[in-house]
């Protein structure tokens, strides 16, 4: 079970004032890598020019630098700006691996003033570890900070 209220709170003291979108994105994704079981990696991809992602803020080993909205995971997101979770990386036709080692993955959208401004990637090395609990807790956190 992860604790989604304490870090929520460490991240919104932490986050407090700042209007920095790159500076959230910091702080959030150094602060969810740390603390919570099976994040392997967290990271964001920003929204750079119409229908392209760019890497942001992350932790973890390196993943790719550009993705467009038509391509993998992330993409899907963008695109329809809604959450995915994807139980099985290998079953999800399209699916971009920058580690071999990612087996489940969530991505959620990031809005800013009702705009998409970046996409949240969380991957794990174990099989399905991301459910609606995870979805709800962590779109609060985004909710919350921009
Ligand atoms: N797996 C993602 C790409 C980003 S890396 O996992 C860091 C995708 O399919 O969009």
New binding site residues.
Partial sequence: MRDYPTVAKTIASLCAGEADAIAKMATISCELYNTLDGFD?V?F?RVVEPELLKIGP?Q?GH??LV?PFS???????ARTKTTQIVPD?DA?D??????TS?KS?I?LPVFQGGELIAVL?I?SDMKDSFDTNDQRALERILEDAF
């Avoid at 391509?71 to 997101?77: M, P, T």
């Avoid at 399209?94 to 580690?99: L, M, R, V």
């Fill in positions: 990696w990271g991809y992350y973890g993943g790719c993705i391509r993998g995971v992330c993409g899907a997101c990386v999800f399209g699916h971009i691996a920058c580690s990612t993955e991505v990637d991957d």
